[in-house]
C-alpha cells in the first residue's frame, strides 16, 4: 500500500487524539466530581487487551511517583493492562467485570482491596501499602457497552464506600466513553474509505494492487489480524489472490509451513462446484441459501475458512496461536453478480453492526475496483491489438513487395523463353502451358495487389454456420483423411440442419471455428504421444432457443491445466513455443464482437469442450 496515500491518522498509544482527550476528561469527571483518590479507563482493543488510556489521581503529584516507583508500574504504559483471555488475570476487577457470571458482563463490581485492581502486576503487599498510603477503602469497575458488547471498563477508586449516586454517575460517565469510541470507529471507517477510495484511484489499472489496498486497509487501517481477497474465476473457482497480516514476515512463513498451504498459490482455492468445498465459508457466502448470495457468512471456526485444504487440528493450534475470535466472509457484487469474496479474522468475539457495514463497502470497493482495473486492461489489450495488426501489416506490406518483385522477374524470364518453347516443343499442350502459367502469375500478381489493403472490410453477408463448420474442417483436415485424421483420431460431426442463418463474414467465422478444431487436434495428438490411446473430435450444432444457435467442439485430448484455463483467451499467451498467443484471443474478440459467447470447460489428460454461442437476427 502506498504509504502517502494510506497513512495512519495521528495516535496516541493506539487510539486516536480526539478519543485520548474524551477518555482523560472522563476520568477528571470522576475525580473531581466524586472526590475520588484516582480513576481510569481502559478501552477493550485488539487480542482482548484492556490498556489504561487515561487516568486521574486527586493526590499530591510527588506521591503519586512514590506510589508509582513502590508498585514498579506506571499508570500508562505497557505493563497496565489486563488480558481477558489470560488465566492470570481471572481474579482481576478488570477480568471479573466484564466476563461477569455465565459470560455475561456485569454491571459494576466492587472490592476493598486495591490488589483485585492490580492483580497480578503488582504483588499483594505492595499493593496493600499504596491503600495504606493513600486511604482507599473501595475500587469499582465499571464495564460500558456498545450495542450489548462490552467495549471498555471505568475504574475508581475512593476512600469511602460508593453509593448508588455515584454508581448511577459512573455508568453515565462509562456511556460517555463508549459513546465516543463509537464515534472514533465511525471516524476511523470513514478515513480509512477515503484513504482506499484515494489509494484505488493511483492504482486503478492494476488489478493485484486493487486488491493489496483493499487487505491492507483491513489489517493496517481497521486494526484485524488478516484479511484475504478471492476472486470468482473461471472453473466456478475462488482463489485467493492477495492477503494481509497483522504479524512479522517469518512467523507468516512459519504458519504456511505448519498449514501446508500458502495463502496465495494453487492450493488456496474453493471450487463451487466441488463437494469437498460445501461447509467452506466461502462457498456458503456465495452460494447461501436457496442459491442466493448471503450479505455475509460469520464462523467461530478458522477451519471453516481454510477446509478442507488444512487439517481441523492444524487451523485450531493457528486459530489458537493467532487469538481469532471470529471469521467473516463478505461476497461482493457487480451488477448482482458475485465475483469474489472478502476474508476477515478478528481477535474480538462478535462483528457489530458497524463493522459489517465497513467490511461490505471494502468488498464493494473491490468489485469497482475490479471492474476499473479490467477495463484499463480490456483497453489496454485493444491498444495492443492494434500494435499488433499494425506490425502485421506493415510485414505483410513487405512481403507483398518482395513477392511483387518475384513474380515480375518470373513473367519476364517466361516472356524470354516463350518464343524458344514454341518454337522447339513439338507438344502443342506444353507450347500452351507459357499461356497458362502467365494467367495464373497475373493472378496471383492481382491477390497480392488486394493485399496491399490489410484494413479492407470483410462484407458480411447471410451465412450458414454449419456450410462454416464443414470449411473449417476441410481446411484443418487434408481430404484424404477429412474423417480419419490420422490412425486413432475420428471426427464425428453432429449437425442439426436448417438452422437460421447469421450475418457475418463467411471467411471470418469459418477461421474462428477453424482456430478452435486446430487447438482441438493438436492437445489430442499431444494425447496420443504420450499414451497412444484413440481420441475423437466432436462438432456440433444446435439451436437452444428461439434467439440463439450453439457450437460445441469437443476434444478428448490433453486438456488445459488448471492454472493456465483463465489465461488462454489473453493476447500474446500461449503454450506453444512457436505461437503467436493470438489465435483464441482474437476468437473470443470475434464472437464477442457478434454478441455471442464462447466458453471453455476442460479436465486436464481428459479433454477440452469449447461452447460458442451465436444470436440469431430476427
Not at 485 to 504: A, C, F, M, Q, R
Request: charged content about 25%.
Amino acid at each position: 500500500m502506498d504509504a502517502n496515500v494510506l497513512s495512519q491518522p495521528n495516535q496516541v498509544d493506539g487510539i486516536s487524539n480526539e478519543l485520548q482527550k474524551v477518555l482523560q476528561r472522563i476520568a477528571d469527571d470522576v475525580v473531581n466530581s466524586l472526590g475520588c483518590v484516582g480513576a481510569m479507563v481502559a478501552p477493550l482493543e485488539e487480542g482482548n487487551a484492556l490498556p489504561v488510556r487515561a487516568y486521574s489521581v486527586g493526590i499530591n503529584n510527588s506521591l503519586l511517583k512514590q506510589l508509582e516507583s513502590k508498585l514498579g508500574v506506571s499508570f500508562l504504559n505497557n505493563e497496565c493492562v489486563a488480558y481477558l483471555d489470560d488465566n492470570r488475570f481471572k481474579d482481576n476487577l478488570s477480568f471479573r467485570a466484564v466476563k461477569g457470571t455465565n459470560g455475561r458482563p456485569e454491571k459494576f463490581v466492587v472490592s476493598d482491596s486495591l490488589y483485585d485492581l492490580f492483580r497480578p502486576i503488582v504483588n499483594r503487599p505492595l499493593s496493600n501499602l499504596a491503600q495504606q498510603l493513600t486511604g482507599i477503602k473501595q475500587v469499582i469497575a465499571v464495564p460500558f457497552f456498545l450495542d450489548d458488547e462490552v467495549v471498555g471498563n471505568l475504574f475508581a477508586a475512593s476512600r469511602e464506600l460508593f453509593s448508588q449516586r455515584d454508581i448511577d454517575f459512573l455508568i453515565a460517565l462509562g456511556y460517555q466513553a463508549a459513546t465516543a469510541i463509537r464515534s472514533q470507529r465511525r471516524l476511523a471507517g470513514i478515513q480509512t474509505l477515503e484513504r482506499v477510495v484515494l489509494a484505488l484511484q493511483a492504482g486503478m489499472t492494476d488489478e493485484k494492487r486493487v486488491l493489496q489496498i483493499i487487505v491492507d486497509a483491513v489489517v493496517h487501517e481497521l486494526g484485524y489480524v488478516g484479511a484475504m481477497v478471492a476472486t470468482l474465476e473461471a472453473g466456478n473457482a475462488l482463489p485467493v489472490r492477495a492477503y494481509a497480516v497483522s504479524m512479522a514476515q517469518n512467523l507468516i512463513q512459519e504458519w504456511e509451513s505448519k498449514l501446508g498451504v500458502g495463502f496465495v498459490g494453487p492450493r488456496s482455492v474453493a471450487y463451487l462446484n466441488d463437494d469437498r468445498f460445501k461447509d467452506n465459508l466461502s462457498i456458503r457466502a456465495v452460494k447461501g441459501k436457496n442459491g442466493r448470495p448471503e450479505k455475509f457468512v460469520v464462523s467461530n471456526s478458522l477451519y471453516d475458512l481454510f477446509r478442507p485444504v488444512v487439517a481441523k487440528p492444524l487451523a485450531a493450534l493457528a486459530q489458537k496461536f493467532t487469538g481469532i475470535k471470529q471469521v467473516i466472509a463478505v461476497p461482493f457484487f457487480l451488477a448482482d453478480e458475485v465475483v469474489g469474496n472478502l476474508f476477515v479474522a478478528s481477535r474480538r468475539s462478535e462483528f457489530t453492526e458497524q463493522e459489517t457495514e465497513i467490511l461490505t463497502i471494502l468488498g464493494q470497493q473491490a468489485a469497482v475496483g475490479i471492474r476499473n482495473a479490467r477495463i484499463y486492461q480490456k483497453s489496454e489489450e485493444r491498444r495492443k491489438v492494434a500494435q499488433v495488426f499494425a506490425g502485421m501489416a506493415f510485414n505483410s506490406t513487405v512481403q507483398v513487395h518482395t513477392l511483387r518483385n518475384h513474380i515480375g522477374a518470373f513473367r519476364m524470364y517466361l516472356q524470354l523463353v516463350e518464343p524458344y518453347i514454341k518454337e522447339r516443343v513439338a507438344n502443342e499442350s506444353m507450347r500452351n502451358l507459357g499461356d497458362d502459367i502467365e494467367f495464373r502469375l497475373g493472378k496471383a500478381a492481382e491477390i497480392l495487389d488486394n493485399l496491399h489493403e490489410p484494413w479492407r472490410d470483410q462484407p458480411e453477408t447471410w451465412v450458414e454456420i454449419n456450410a462454416c463448420l464443414r470449411q473449417a474442417i476441410k481446411k484443418t483436415v487434408p481430404a484424404p483423411h477429412r474423417f480419419a485424421v490420422s490412425p486413432g483420431i475420428k471426427v464425428d460431426l453432429s449437425l442439426v440442419e436448417n438452422l437460421p442463418l447469421i450475418k457475418t463474414s463467411p471467411e471470418m467465422l469459418t477461421e474462428a471455428f477453424k482456430i478452435i478444431i486446430d487447438n482441438g487436434l493438436e492437445a489430442i495428438k499431444e494425447k496420443m504421444s504420450q499414451n497412444g490411446q484413440d481420441a475423437h473430435l466432436r462438432i456440433e450444432s444446435h439451436r437452444i432457443s428461439e434467439a440463439i444457435v450453439q457450437v460445441i467442439i469437443h476434444d478428448s485430448g490433453i486438456g488445459i491445466a488448471p492454472e493456465n484455463l483463465s489465461r488462454i483467451f489473453e493476447m500474446r499467451w500461449s503454450t506453444k513455443e512457436i505461437g503467436m498467443g493470438f489465435g483464441l484471443f482474437w476468437t473470443k474478440e470475434y464472437i464477442e464482437g457478434l454478441a455471442g459467447s464462447i466458453d471453455v470447460e476442460s479436465v486436464w489428460q481428459q479433454g477440452t469442450t469449447f461452447k460458442i454461442t451465436l444470436p440469431i437476427e430476427s
